[in-house]
Every structure is written in C-alpha cells, then in structure tokens.
C-alpha cells in the first residue's frame, strides 16, 4: 500500500488532507467574506462594490490562463513542476495554500486597497477568490470525476485536449476557453483540423 504524504507547507504532491484543506480553506474565505461584505459593508456602495466582485471573477479568468500559459508552460522551475502534474494528472499536486493565499493578499488585495478604499478592495478580493475556488474544484473535476453535466462534460474534453502530448501546446484555460481563443491557443485537434 502506497505511504500516505505527510502534511507540509512547501511540498508538490500533498497528503488527502492537505488537498481536501484547501478546498475547506477557500470555500470558508469566499464565505465568510461575502457575509463581511454584505453585513457591514457599506450599503450606499453595494452596486461598486457588486460590480467588483464581477470584476475580480472575470479577472480571474486571464490570470489563470496567463500563469498556466505563461508560468506554469514557460517559467522554470514552474514548468518542471508543472510537467509532474502532466505525467501524474490525478496526483494531489497543486499550489500549497500558504502560498496561494499570501499571493492573492499580495497582488490583489494589498494593491486594490493602495489604489481604492478597504471595502473595494474585499470586493475585488472576493471576486478573485471566488475565481480561484472555482477553477480549483473544475481543475480536480476535469481529473477526477464523472462529468454530470454539459459544462462539466465540454471543460473535461477541453482539459483533456490540453493533456494531450502535441507539437502546439495550447487549452490553458481551466474554467473558460475565452482567452485560448482570444489569444489563439485554442487549436483544432488533429483529427478535426483536416475538415
């Protein structure tokens, strides 16, 4: 029987624990920080600060492709440790939370606050948060589980591609094939090319 990962911050690969915590961790932050917002935030700036939420959502989208295109594909020793997950697609590796979580404060929060005021910056925040929990869970669904639904059925073939070995790596977006299209790393697979 395969030995059990012990529980670390910096680690690649992490124990069930460790995995499952980071689901637990981002799901109670969007949680309790939506419930900060919305009781005491300030109610004469609900609409800002609704559309910053929005805002950080749809930001999301371009960072995650951009750190998968640009990082994870590019950068060393990134790629190194990206390719792991290539060669083991359904390993528990992933960003540790520790790290996650003090980027998020550290390039989105942090400068949202220097630039605005306290509530729009947790707005913004929030909207980025709620991204990175989505593309988490989508990541771990495309490998790991039964696609129930057309959504979850078209990020699986879309990922799928992505895994595939090829000549022109492309479909880095986990949670939206917008900007592989913008930026027109979204090829045809061979097989349908010719056609």
Same mark, same amino acid.
């Given at each position: ?29 969007? =949680?309790? &920080?939506? @419930?900060?917002?919305?009781? !005491? ?5 609900? #609409?800002? %600060?609704? $559309? /910053? ?54 390039? =989105?929060? &942090?400068? @949202?606050?220097?630039?605005? !005021? ?5 707005? #913004?925040? %929030?909207? $980025? /948060? ?66």
């Amino acid at each position: 029987m395969r030995q059990e990962k012990r529980m670390s911050l910096f680690t690649l690969e992490h124990s069930k624990a460790a995995y499952g915590a980071d689901f637990v961790v981002y799901c109670s932050a969007v =949680v309790m &920080l939506a @419930a900060f917002l919305l009781l !005491s935030g300030p109610r004469s700036q609900r #609409l800002v %600060l609704a $559309v /910053l939420v929005l805002a950080g959502l749809a930001g999301w989208t371009l960072v995650e492709y951009a750190l998968h295109r640009f990082v994870m594909h590019g950068l060393q020793p990134f790629s190194r440790l990206h390719a792991q997950h290539h060669k083991r697609p359904t390993a528990r590796i992933y960003t540790p939370t520790l790290l996650s979580a003090t980027l998020i404060v550290t390039l =989105v929060f &942090l400068p @949202a606050w220097a630039m605005s !005021s306290f509530w729009q910056a947790c707005s #913004l925040t %929030l909207g $980025v /948060l709620t991204g990175y929990l989505v593309y988490s869970i989508t990541h771990h669904a495309t490998h790991n589980w039964r696609a129930g639904n057309a959504w979850t059925r078209r990020r699986k073939r879309w990922h799928a591609l992505h895994h595939q070995d090829g000549p022109q790596p492309g479909y880095y977006g986990v949670t939206s094939a917008f900007w592989d299209h913008v930026f027109g790393s979204a090829r045809r697979p061979a097989a349908t090319a010719q056609h």
